[in-house]
């Protein structure tokens, strides 16, 4: 069981590169989200969508961008990296329906930005 | 608007000791609470969830969390604490659309042995 894949595991990227942060599940669910985790500030959601073509901004959304043209892919986009932007990334997915359904985690991304 | 606040980033316990983390919520609504567990390097795993139909939850590991209306709450606990323990929890609110989560800060476990 997949479950739910990011790709790549590490980064480092420089001041002002861009990147794409790769995730893919394969539980069909609707709901997918991008959240990144810093010491102190717990997980907060950055963009989530709840199905192909429907993504909308969470809590801390500049800076990045997502799309969501199946319902396997979320990819998020950093379009011009800033050291504030350095965190671990997780992407989740959850299928749509009563608010105590579970949602699945990827493993992270460690992105370091110089 | 929900939030959801965790006391005591850090927590120490001995091994077989008692186990308590703290989550309290804050919601117009009715919660949907989760606690999660995190740990070293890796992601989210769910520990245990709120359901209506009991205030008192068993989740994975000997976990269980106490839903209590009149105090906000949804402590974490485990009567005994074992090494393998040792993490960062973290308790988490669902909106209705069950489109997002509302993370705590998280608190890190250590155990003494």
């Known amino acids: 069981n997949a479950g739910v894949t990011q790709t790549p595991k590490f980064q480092v990227l420089k001041t002002g590169q861009s990147m794409t942060l790769q995730c893919a599940q394969d539980?069909?669910?609707?709901?997918m989200s991008w959240y990144r985790q810093d010491p102190g500030m717990g997980l907060r959601l950055i963009h989530y969508?709840?199905?192909?073509?429907?993504?909308d901004q969470g809590e801390v959304p500049n800076g990045y961008n997502v799309s969501r043209s199946t319902t396997e892919d979320f990819p998020l986009r950093l379009l011009s990296a800033a050291p504030s932007q350095t965190s671990v990334y997780f992407c989740?997915?959850?299928?749509?329906?009563?608010?105590?359904?579970?949602?699945?985690f990827g493993q992270g991304t460690r992105l370091t930005v110089v | 608007a929900q939030s959801v606040t965790q006391l005591g980033s850090h927590v120490s316990v001995s091994e077989g000791a008692l186990v308590l983390l703290r989550c309290n919520y804050s919601?117009?609504?009715?919660?949907?609470l989760f606690w999660y567990v995190q740990y070293p390097n890796q992601g989210l795993q769910l520990l245990l969830k709120?359901?209506?139909?009991?205030?008192l939850v068993k989740g994975i590991n000997g976990f269980e969390a106490e839903f209590k209306k009149s105090e906000t709450s949804f402590h974490l606990t485990k009567p005994s604490a074992h090494m393998s323990d040792a993490a960062e929890y973290f308790c988490?609110?669902?909106?209705?659309?069950?489109?997002?989560?509302?993370f705590g800060t998280g608190t890190r476990l250590t155990i003494i042995p």
């Open positions: 969508s709840v199905g192909a073509g429907i993504t």
């Open positions: 709120y359901t209506s139909a009991a205030t």
């Open positions: 989740a997915s959850r299928p749509p329906g009563h608010p105590n359904t579970e949602a699945f």
């Open positions: 539980m069909n669910h609707e709901y």
């Open positions: 919601s117009s609504v009715p919660p949907y």
């Open positions: 988490a609110d669902s909106n209705f659309g069950n489109e997002k989560l509302t």
